[in-house]
């Protein structure tokens, strides 16, 4: 019983490669107020998108172990680019559970019976690792699936440029390509993109559903919390605590962007 107690009410551990993984924060602090967070962003190594498989596999295992260090119930793996390298190997390495992004946007993607001709944009990493493409087929045979990398929304986004010209051409120079494929689905693979959602709804053809990886993410999440009895059913409000590898006043202002509510002091993390 006690045992039980302690654990549910120990924090919940996000990582990502930096602060994008803070939209899938956000979406799990509004359906689960009630979760303490404890959020890595291993900023010193971002990007990840760009980087090797073998060293996104390393840095995802010393992100983990960073969370595990510190207690956590439960690790949200909220970054497209790790999931799609490492979340097996987590699973393996370590005994606690383990989310990704990837699971529950490709079933929110296909819970629409409609659903045919499926888009994806990503970091290349993400691209390159075929996870999407391969969970998609394997749960639905006969889809069409088109995936496009899409490199500088990361920056775009960490510069605020969600609203200037070059952002929009940058955006129809990536979607064109998917919407002469005619999708209905366009997925959005890469926590930083949820943030892109206004300008995507303007320059995309009516009627094509976008699937954000932050928002399927905190619904999967909440699903096997009670499904593994690991809901936290303390009265008050959650806490968050936000921890990164590079410290810089960039950062600390772009992690606030992130959030809806206040992030409180960010600390400094140190991996061993
Ligand atoms: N957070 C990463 C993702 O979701 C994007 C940023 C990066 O390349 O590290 O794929």
């Not at 980087?51 to 497209?80: H, T, Y």
């Not at 968050?240 to 590898?245: A, G």
Request: with cysteine.
């Amino acid at each position: 019983m006690g045992k039980i107690r302690r654990v549910n009410s120990a924090p919940l551990g996000f990582f990502d490669s930096g602060v994008g993984g803070l939209t899938v924060v956000r979406a799990v602090q509004d359906l689960l107020p009630r979760e303490n967070i404890l959020y890595l962003g291993d900023t010193a190594r971002l990007p990840y998108g760009s980087k090797s498989p073998e060293s996104i596999r390393r840095f995802a295992q010393e992100d983990a172990k960073f969370l595990v260090g510190r207690g956590v119930k439960a690790i949200v793996v909220a970054c497209n680019t790790a999931t799609a390298h490492a979340l097996p190997m987590l699973r393996e390495n370590f005994d606690l559970p383990v989310i990704g992004v990837i699971e529950a946007g490709v079933e929110s993607a296909l819970s629409d019976p409609a659903a045919g001709r499926v888009g994806i944009i990503a970091t290349r990493g993400t691209v390159r690792s075929h996870a999407y493409q391969h969970a998609l087929a394997l749960k639905r045979t006969g889809l069409i699936i088109h995936a496009q990398p899409a490199p500088l929304l990361v920056p775009i986004v960490e510069e605020d440029w969600i609203d200037h010209p070059a952002a929009e051409l940058i955006l129809k120079t990536y979607l064109e390509p998917l919407i002469e494929k005619d999708i209905d689905t366009l997925m959005l693979a890469c926590t930083h993109y949820p943030l892109l959602v206004p300008v995507l709804r303007r320059l995309l053809p009516d009627g094509i559903r976008l699937v954000d990886s932050a928002t399927t993410c905190a619904e999967h999440l909440k699903q096997e919390l009670l499904r593994l009895d690991m809901l936290n059913d303390q009265e008050r409000e959650g806490t968050l605590e936000i921890h990164l590898t590079d410290l810089s006043e960039e950062f600390e202002t772009l992690a606030r962007r992130f959030l809806s509510k206040s992030s409180g002091r960010i600390q400094r993390a140190v991996l061993a």
